[in-house]
């Protein structure tokens, strides 16, 4: 930076400047296809008058699913929250399932909400998904199953897992909510382990309002679900097995084919986005970008900030202070776990002792904007605040110790 640190401090809203960003650059800014070609589909839905119930427009959403995760069977719903409880269901969890707890709470919710004990198994700060060795020493006699999450779009240890589910008679799935598009040693995420469930949430870069589906590649399972997902119906005024309504509806699809017909165009400006942040925190102190592994396929559609509080010279919470006061909205995600969110913090009190990564991790990260919403000069705008901040560090603990922070 060329400006004196005196005029570099007087321009933090922190200190008592405007805002850097007039409008808020939000975490998750939905990504928006050709409208046009979404009206055009929605036009055409109106005047089918078929709106829900496997339309063609799901049936065409599942097949282009399908293809991206080189899956035989895509079964789409109305969000992945509702699709892993499903398909937890279909696999016949019980007792205790092994997840990690660095995650957003609906991995866990899902296991709770059907009365299966969701155990927390400890991270690889590298990667952020779930260390095998503590998922070994996590099982139990009630243990049924290992729901693996693919945090930020970096695949699980797949292998380790599926071996530990074999030696030990689990059923291994995955939360794929971030991992559309991404891949491990060259194979797409979506065959892994009995499924893997995806989300197109309006936050995620592929988005159909609210979504999601489960990708498999054993038929049974497939046929299960979509009998699940349609209250267990198999004809008119028959049902096979349980079921619920987890539907996605034509409306929903519509804008998933749009959001898919953008995905080359919204995975260049993520790789972009992702690209500027690397060159313009290259170099700050105690800042590290999540590194992605560039042989495989990625997604970069989070911008994850790791501030390490020994060596930054503000810490996680205050570096997101400093951002909410310029109108960034950065995010904290996923702290602090959800072993310390409720239900878990009250059923399993004593959880946190066994995950020291997830809560150091926990601790230090910072979730940037990124996506279509986001250009270069923001980027530029973003990384100043964090430099300028830092040089200005002794102000900004003093402004915000003095709002109580
Ligand atoms: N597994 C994992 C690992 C997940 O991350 C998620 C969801 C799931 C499972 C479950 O998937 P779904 O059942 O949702 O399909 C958001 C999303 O709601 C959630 O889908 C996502 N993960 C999570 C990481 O982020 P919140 O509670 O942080 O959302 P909220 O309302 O704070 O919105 C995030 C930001 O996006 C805000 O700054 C506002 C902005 N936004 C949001 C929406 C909906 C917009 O600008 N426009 C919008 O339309 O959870």
């Given at each position: ?41 929605l ?40 699709a ?77 897992l ?25 194979r ?23 979504g999601?589906a ?42 998933g ?51 390490d ?58 979730l ?38």
């Open positions: 930076m060329k400006m004196n640190q005196t005029i570099q401090s007087k321009c933090l809203a922190v200190l008592g400047a405007p805002p850097r960003f007039e409008s808020a650059l939000h975490v998750g800014r939905p990504n928006v296809g050709d409208r046009e070609r979404l009206f055009v589909r036009n055409d839905m109106l005047d089918r008058r078929w709106f829900s119930n496997d339309g063609p427009l799901v049936r065409e959403f599942e097949a282009k699913v399908a293809s991206i995760a080189q899956t035989k069977h895509c079964v789409a719903m109305c969000n992945a929250t509702v892993l409880e499903i398909a937890i269901r279909a696999l016949e969890m019980t007792g205790e399932v092994i997840v990690p707890s660095y995650t957003f709470i609906a991995t866990a919710n899902a296991l709770q909400w059907q009365e299966i004990t969701p155990v927390f198994a400890d991270i690889d700060p590298a990667t952020c998904t779930m260390d095998p060795r503590s998922v070994e020493r996590v099982i139990s006699s009630k243990t049924s199953g290992i729901l693996g999450v693919h945090l930020w779009g970096r695949a699980c240890d797949t292998e380790a599926e071996g530990i589910g074999r030696e030990y008679g689990l059923k291994v799935m995955y939360d794929a909510a971030h991992a559309l598009a991404c891949s491990r040693n060259g797409m995420v979506g065959g892994f382990g009995e499924c893997e469930v995806f989300s197109f949430h309006a936050t995620k870069f592929i988005n159909s309002f609210e999601g489960v990708v498999t590649n054993n038929g049974d399972l497939g046929s299960r679900l979509r009998l699940m997902r349609n209250f267990g119906f198999s004809g008119y005024d028959k049902t096979s097995h349980l079921g619920v309504n987890g539907k996605m509806t034509e409306v929903c699809a519509a804008m084919l749009t959001s898919l017909e953008a995905l080359d165009e919204i995975l260049e400006v993520n790789k972009a986005n992702y690209e500027a942040y690397e060159r313009c925190l290259a170099g700050m102190q105690g800042v590290s970008l999540f590194r992605h592994d560039k042989q495989e396929s990625n997604n970069y559609q989070y911008i994850v900030l790791e501030i509080p020994e060596v930054a010279p503000l810490n996680r919470d205050e570096v997101v202070e400093v951002f909410h006061a310029e109108n960034v909205l950065a995010r904290k995600y996923f702290w602090p776990g959800c072993h310390r969110m409720e239900p878990y913090r009250r059923l399993q009190p004593n959880a946190g002792l066994l995950l020291p990564n997830t809560e150091e991790v926990a601790s230090r990260v910072c940037l904007p990124t996506g279509q919403a986001v250009d270069a000069s923001m980027i530029e705008g973003m990384a100043e605040i964090l430099e300028v901040a830092f040089q200005s560090a002794g102000e900004v603990k003093d402004a915000l110790s003095r709002r109580g922070h």
